[in-house]
């Protein structure tokens, strides 16, 4: 399927804290502004893909699936598909390349819409899975009547274990942490725009060692838009069509948090060591970097898994200064998730695109034409290539 | 309100192993291989002849970490969570809160036994330190 798909908009709502703003309502300020980046009219639109689909077991999780999407905005499409299971966050943008590869259609909206902050608040309910059920399945009953009902538990004992074998600190993470926040100040979209030291890292407060506050991204409400058409379709939008060069999907161990024989390692592993066998590109070629950190120990297992470092020496490759402003490997230029919002990946990839087509203002990559967007942690993953030509 | 997990026919002998002191791990009685969380079929062999054992319910911590953030409104904070690996079951980890213990005192390598914590018809693994 290589080169057969390309992201051809990208459009984002006013993501803030507390909005109130009915989910729909972010989602059709991102649809309108997805449609514009590309070019299109709603009557190009037909296909429509998200993840995870509607779901009610987290607050503002998930309020949106694709029927009410469809209704919505009056859509006729040829392809549809919510995809709770897939590889990652990143999923339908992956079925929505393998749909337009194979003729299901030619311009497909895949679209995130969160209301965590709102629902949070409202519920005065963190974001625990499977929270309110009377009995739990599946991997989550492994976990949670444990005590670990947190994504951030989980990540929490990857981190102690990573930080006992290499030797990583959190001094190391608090670089991650601050080096997003010196993007997110340059990007007016992004939630939290405060300067933070390493002296307000290491003060904030423990959430699950060894990650603190500052290491866990910020719940938010908003949307974002990504729409993948077919590569000839492609030719005729507004912007000049990031080509999908390559995906990985792999998955070596099993879905669980805890099992995996090396836990310095997660699923991001086994899928980018797939998506550059499909590419003859390599680390060296890319220019930006998107990627997961729902908590900001996922960063260096990222950079780890797409080879840009080592095994163990990302806590060095991140001292040297290479994934900030002005790095070698800039990574989340936007301020990722931890500084710019929780949109589930769906964020990380709109800046990609908007450093591709140099709209990246004064956080702007000089002449990027390549970049990698990872998403997901622990099991989940999925991975991707993009490049203007 | 702790969520506890729904009984299933695999995982059964797991959470009831506690009601007789026992950390009961399935195995394939074919290959012998250690299946966890419980199955109904071996993933290395897909052999349906599965059976519960107990082991010595004892262990080394692989990893932890210390939860400060109380997740729900009754939750006391702050406590350990130990990710062990289990004796006489290879590849097999039993993550579960750690008891008896301060919990800025786990560390990885340590040996821990198991313990159960009875709630409803479950009886959740805890881990305290050997020592
Ligand atoms: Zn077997």
Redesign the pocket.
């Given at each position: 399927m290589t080169t057969k798909a390309a992201v051809t908009g990208v459009g984002m709502s006013q993501i803030g804290r507390r909005t109130e703003r009915p989910a729909m309502a972010h989602l059709v300020e991102a649809a309108k502004r997805a449609l514009h980046c590309a070019g299109l009219t709603k009557d190009d639109i037909d296909g429509i893909a998200t993840y995870p689909g509607k779901a009610d077991n987290s607050p503002g999780m998930s309020p949106l699936g694709t029927g009410e999407v469809r209704n919505a905005l009056g859509l006729k499409t040829r392809w549809h598909s919510a995809i709770p299971d897939g590889p990652s966050q990143m999923a339908p943008i992956m079925v929505a390349a393998m749909a337009v590869a194979t003729g299901q259609a030619r311009h497909v909206l895949c679209f995130r819409a969160l209301t965590e902050s709102s629902s949070q608040t409202a519920a005065q309910r963190a974001s625990i899975p499977g929270a309110g059920k009377a009995r739990l399945g599946g991997w989550l009953s492994n976990l949670v009547p444990a005590g670990a009902m947190s994504a951030s538990n989980w990540a929490g004992w990857m981190a102690m274990r990573y930080f006992h074998e290499f030797g990583m600190t959190r001094e190391h993470l608090g670089m991650v942490a601050i080096g997003e926040r010196a993007f997110a100040q340059l990007n007016p979209l992004a939630v939290m725009q405060t300067p933070l030291t390493m002296d307000d890292y290491l003060a904030a407060r423990m959430i699950s060692s060894p990650l603190g506050l500052f290491d866990c991204d910020v719940p938010i409400d908003g949307a974002c838009v990504v729409i993948v058409s077919a590569a000839d379709a492609a030719r005729d939008c507004a912007r000049e069509p990031l080509i999908i060069e390559a995906m990985g999907a792999a998955l070596g161990s099993q879905e669980t948090w805890d099992q995996r024989a090396d836990l310095t390692t997660m699923g991001a592993h086994d899928a980018s060591a797939d998506m550059w066998l499909r590419t003859d590109m390599k680390p060296e070629d890319i220019d930006v970097l998107a990627l997961y950190d729902g908590f900001s120990i996922f960063v260096p297992y990222w950079l780890e898994a797409l080879g840009f470092c080592g095994h163990g020496e990302a806590k060095d490759f991140i001292a040297e200064g290479n994934i900030g402003p002005g790095g070698r490997f800039p990574v989340n230029t936007g301020g990722g998730q931890l500084s710019g919002g929780r949109l589930h990946g769906f964020g990380l990839l709109h800046e990609a695109c908007t450093q591709l087509w140099g709209d990246g203002g004064g956080r702007q990559v000089a002449n990027a034409k390549t970049a990698v967007c990872g998403m997901g942690g622990g099991f989940i993953a999925g991975s991707m290539l993009l490049r203007r030509d | 309100m702790t969520p506890l997990p729904e009984l299933t026919a695999e995982n059964t002998a797991f959470w009831n192993g506690g009601a007789d002191g026992k950390l009961m791990i399935t195995f394939?009685s074919?290959?012998?291989?250690a299946i966890h969380p419980p199955q109904l079929v071996?993933p290395?062999?897909?052999?349906e002849t599965i059976e519960s054992k107990a082991v010595a319910g004892t262990g080394t911590v692989y990893s932890y970490t210390v939860n400060h953030q109380p997740w729900v409104p009754d939750m006391q904070v702050p406590f350990a969570l130990a990710v062990v690996d289990v004796d006489d079951a290879s590849g097999v980890r039993v993550t579960a809160e750690v008891v008896n213990a301060d919990p800025e005192t786990v560390t990885i390598g340590q040996r821990m036994r198991v313990t159960f914590r009875n709630l409803d018809d479950i009886w959740l693994p805890q881990w305290e330190p050997m020592i």
């Open positions: - | 394939c074919d290959c012998a291989a071996c290395k062999c897909w052999c």
